[in-house]
């Protein structure tokens, strides 16, 4: 069993029909589906078959009632959920191409129930991925030896720095990687400095371009397949999820790091909720 901790919400992206500058008002679809970064990987997790559960922030309004009963039908232990008034909420503009214009989390509820979440984490007899949307006072509060971190954006990653020194393995976008490192540069130069700050495992993508996957004994570094984006929200975390299922399941790196990328494409071409 594998703990997702962090953000679960429902996200609402909104899609414009041409390319939006700042200012439009554009055509477009708008539509709302379960999301925030630890749900997210959650329902990937099941959808694969690997057992997993969840531990959050979740209201007792209609949004919560509602995403706790789509948890549980995907099969996802949600035993360790804490309830709270209000359920977050995530709102996302899009490009016509799929590209992220800008978004707005809005997770007051997490940021409140944060030592109950890492709590629930430390107490949790095995592995577990939590993600930066935990406030980093919260964050370095962890001490489950078998963590994994998924930082949620560059500017959270900062959050996560201390637990690399602690063994923790971040699972990040080149972005992330370079605010943890303090260096730009390509996937596996950032991924080798990761380990260097004391992370057992570094995985780092680069959007179309190579991602790497590094131990301290081995550097695996795997071109993604081109594929027609059909919209970029989510992808990362279905990377994580992509990858956790096979490493957990004992593949090898090369494996586990084609895995990821498999999962990524995937997900581009189609979000799955």
Same mark, same amino acid.
């Given at each position: 069993?594998?703990?997702?901790?962090?953000?679960?919400?429902?996200?609402?992206?909104?899609?414009?029909?041409?390319?939006?500058?700042?200012?439009?008002?554009?055509?477009?679809?708008?539509?709302?589906?379960?999301?925030?970064?630890?749900?997210?990987?959650?329902?990937?997790?099941?959808?694969?078959?690997?057992?997993?559960?969840?531990?959050?922030?979740?209201?007792?309004?209609?949004?919560?009632?509602?995403?706790?009963?789509?948890?549980?039908?995907?099969?996802?232990?949600?035993?360790?959920?804490?309830?709270?008034?209000?359920?977050?909420?995530?709102?996302?503009?899009?490009?016509?191409?799929?590209?992220?214009?800008?978004?707005?989390?809005?997770?007051?509820?997490? /940021?409140?129930?944060? *030592?109950? &979440?890492?709590?629930?984490?430390?107490?949790?007899? #095995?592995? +577990?991925? @939590?993600? %930066?949307? !935990?406030?980093?006072?919260?964050?370095?509060?962890?001490?489950?030896?078998?963590?994994?971190?998924?930082?949620?954006?560059?500017?959270?990653?900062?959050?996560?720095?201390?637990?690399?020194?602690?063994?923790?393995?971040?699972?990040?976008?080149?972005?992330?990687?370079?605010?943890?490192?303090?260096?730009?540069?390509?996937?596996?130069?950032?991924?080798?400095?990761?380990?260097?700050?004391?992370?057992?495992?570094?995985?780092?993508?680069?959007?179309?371009?190579?991602?790497?996957?590094?131990?301290?004994?081995?550097?695996? /570094?795997?071109?993604? *397949?081109? &594929?027609?984006?059909?919209?970029?929200?989510?992808? #990362?975390? +279905?990377? @994580?999820? %992509?990858? !956790?299922?096979?490493?957990?399941?004992?593949?090898?790196?090369?494996?586990?790091?084609?895995?990821?990328?498999?999962?990524?494409?995937?997900?581009?071409?189609?979000?799955?909720?």
């Amino acid at each position: 069993m594998l703990l997702c901790a962090g953000s679960a919400h429902w996200d609402i992206i909104a899609r414009a029909d041409t390319c939006v500058r700042l200012g439009d008002d554009v055509p477009g679809l708008v539509e709302r589906r379960p999301g925030g970064v630890a749900g997210n990987i959650a329902r990937q997790l099941a959808r694969l078959g690997h057992p997993v559960a969840l531990t959050a922030c979740i209201g007792e309004d209609e949004d919560g009632i509602l995403l706790r009963e789509l948890l549980a039908e995907r099969g996802i232990d949600i035993s360790m959920l804490h309830r709270c008034a209000k359920t977050d909420l995530y709102i996302a503009i899009e490009q016509n191409d799929g590209d992220l214009v800008a978004a707005i989390a809005d997770t007051v509820a997490l /940021t409140k129930g944060a *030592a109950e &979440v890492v709590a629930t984490v430390n107490a949790f007899n #095995g592995p +577990a991925v @939590v993600d %930066g949307n !935990l406030p980093p006072g919260a964050l370095v509060t962890l001490t489950n030896p078998n963590l994994f971190l998924v930082p949620a954006s560059p500017a959270r990653a900062i959050g996560i720095g201390p637990l690399l020194a602690q063994g923790a393995a971040p699972l990040v976008n080149r972005a992330e990687a370079a605010a943890l490192t303090g260096h730009d540069a390509d996937s596996a130069d950032l991924a080798k400095r990761l380990i260097a700050k004391g992370a057992r495992l570094a995985l780092v993508t680069d959007g179309a371009r190579p991602a790497t996957l590094a131990t301290v004994d081995e550097v695996v /570094t795997l071109t993604p *397949a081109r &594929v027609r984006v059909a919209s970029v929200t989510g992808a #990362g975390d +279905a990377t @994580v999820a %992509g990858f !956790l299922h096979a490493h957990l399941a004992g593949a090898s790196p090369s494996d586990a790091l084609e895995a990821a990328l498999a999962a990524a494409a995937t997900h581009l071409q189609g979000p799955t909720t």
